[in-house]
């Protein structure tokens, strides 16, 4: 059984300054990580985090949406614009950015066949697969749609970097109350 919490996008600003409060980012060098940022509100980026997770048999990525402060601090950390219309993958023990099209193609590198094949799309050069990438992104929410709020389902708790709001948290507290 999935139970998902919905996080408002509306309400970010708010839940961002309280969150500011804590530590900023700072990578984990005692067990570095594979971090997919990614647009919180966008169905084809929900999507491709919800098709990763299973598929992570190695459990080497976490995530995180761009919306959020903690996205925002480690886009900051790393000299990255915050763009939305992009997937970013920060590889933490070799201090490495991906984006757009050669993230997406290096997360499909660590999965098990046959999706570590596609891969062998790098070969295509990086300006025309994000050339193709643009033209998707601009139009994605058009194609496949948004949503209101971010999508975080329970069991994915652990694979995010700051999974703490006070809507996810208050969710949960009235989930374990009806049990």
């Keep these: ?8 996008v509306n ?10 409060k804590r530590n900023s980012y700072k990578p984990n060098t005692q067990s570095p990580r594979k971090i997919i940022l990614f647009d919180g509100i966008c169905n084809v980026c929900d999507g491709f985090i919800q098709f990763v997770h299973p598929r992570d048999t190695n459990n080497l990525f976490s995530f995180q949406a761009l919306q959020s402060e903690k996205g925002r601090e480690i ?10 219309s992009t997937v970013v993958l920060i590889d933490e023990s070799i201090d490495r950015v991906f984006l757009k099209s050669s993230a997406i193609l290096t997360v499909c590198y660590y999965l098990n066949a046959p999706f570590s094949y596609l891969y062998s799309f790098t070969y295509v050069p990086t300006f025309v697969r994000d050339v193709c990438y643009d033209v998707f992104g601009k ?9 209101d709020s971010c999508m975080f389902s329970i069991n994915l708790r652990d694979k995010f ?8 948290l208050d969710e949960e507290q009235s989930e374990e109350k009806e049990l």
């Excluded at 139970?3 to 408002?8: I, P």
């Excluded at 309400?11 to 500011?20: M, P």
């Design 1 to 8: 059984m999935t139970v998902e919490t919905a996080l408002d």
């Design 11 to 20: 309400n970010l600003q708010q839940l961002d300054e309280a969150s500011s």
């Design 75 to 84: 886009l900051q950390y790393y000299g990255i614009k915050c763009d939305v």
């Design 139 to 147: 139009y994605r929410y058009l194609i496949m749609g948004k949503k």
């Design 161 to 168: 970097i700051d999974f703490k709001s006070p809507l996810i």
